[in-house]
């Protein structure tokens, strides 16, 4: 999977795709509409974060290629890819329990913190993806 060369951009399905890795310095784009809330994307090779209406919604670490996001109150899912293992933080409802999926395989359960963040590391691979999956219990 490339990068997104727009830093966010809405699909045909519904979903955002957005980031983009191979940058050598910070780019972002504010102010995207998108469904009635406004997206932010700060990008590169370092970190990449999504806001929505000013809110914190995902960030890697380093910078990754995130494609087909859509985030519903029980699952949140996506496709990620970089050039070697991330991290990445995803804004969930506090103090809550959630199944983790990585290309179909059950990657355990985890609970947000009391901020309501949730942190997982994907092994990536240059030019492959991983399909992520995080379902409330």
């Not at 670490?61 to 990445?88: I, L, Y």
Request: hydrophobic content about 35%; overall charge negative; aromatic content about 10%.
């Amino acid at each position: 999977m490339a990068a997104v060369k727009e830093l966010l951009k809405a699909e045909a399905d519904g979903t955002l795709s957005f980031g983009d890795y191979t940058l050598d310095s910070k780019t972002k784009l504010d102010g995207f509409e998108f469904q009635g809330d406004l997206y932010k994307v700060k990008t590169f090779s370092e970190i990449t974060k999504l806001e929505k209406n000013g809110m914190f919604v995902y960030e890697s670490v380093p910078g990754t290629a995130v494609e087909s996001f859509k985030a519903t109150e029980e699952e949140v899912s996506f496709k990620v890819s970089g050039t070697q293992d991330a991290q990445f933080t995803l804004e969930l409802e506090a103090d809550s329990e959630y199944t983790v999926y990585m290309d179909g395989a059950d990657a355990g359960d985890m609970k947000t913190n009391l901020s309501g963040k949730l942190s997982v590391s994907a092994e990536l691979e240059p030019d492959e993806c991983v399909e992520v999956r995080v379902v409330k219990k």
